[in-house]
C-alpha cells in the first residue's frame, strides 16, 4: 500500500483559505486516484473530492463545489485540497487517500474503495 501523510491543517477564521497537502510514499503515485473526506466530530466521514491520477478529472461533494479545489503533482507525489471561503461547518478532520483503480464521479466518492488512508490533519473554523 501507499503511504499517505497530510499537513497544512490549522485554525482560521471564516472566510480565510487553507491550502491542505497529502504525501504520498512507497508506490507509484501516478498508479493511484486520490480522494480528500473530511469527518466532523460525532459524525460520519464524508467525502469530499478525487481527482483521476492524470489529473485530468475532479469530482466535488456539492457542499464545496466552488470553493474548494483538488490537484496533483505526480512529479512531487503530492495531492493538494484548496479551500477558500472557509465556513464553521467545514470544521472536520481531513483525510487524504488513495484508491487503486480509476472510477467514475459517482462510484469514486464511496470511501470503501479507498484502500490507503492518512492520518487526517484538523481544520477548525472559527465565526
Known amino acids: 500500500q501507499v503511504q499517505l501523510v497530510e499537513s497544512g491543517g490549522g485554525l482560521v477564521q471564516a472566510g480565510d483559505s487553507l491550502r491542505l497537502s497529502c504525501t504520498a510514499s512507497g508506490r507509484t503515485f501516478s498508479n493511484y486516484d486520490m480522494g480528500w473526506f473530511r469527518q466532523a466530530p460525532g459524525k460520519e466521514r464524508e467525502f469530499v473530492a478525487r481527482i483521476s491520477r492524470s489529473g485530468g478529472t475532479t469530482c466535488y461533494a456539492d457542499s464545496v463545489k466552488g470553493r474548494f479545489t483538488i490537484s496533483r503533482d505526480n512529479a512531487k507525489n503530492t495531492v493538494y485540497l484548496q479551500m477558500n471561503s472557509l465556513k464553521p461547518e467545514d470544521t472536520a478532520v481531513y483525510y487524504c487517500?488513495?484508491?487503486?483503480?480509476?472510477?467514475?464521479?459517482?462510484?469514486?466518492?464511496?470511501?470503501?474503495?479507498?484502500?490507503?488512508w492518512g492520518q487526517g490533519t484538523q481544520v477548525t473554523v472559527s465565526s
Open positions: 487517500a488513495a484508491d487503486t483503480a480509476p472510477r467514475p464521479c459517482g462510484l469514486g466518492r464511496q470511501s470503501r474503495y479507498f484502500g490507503s
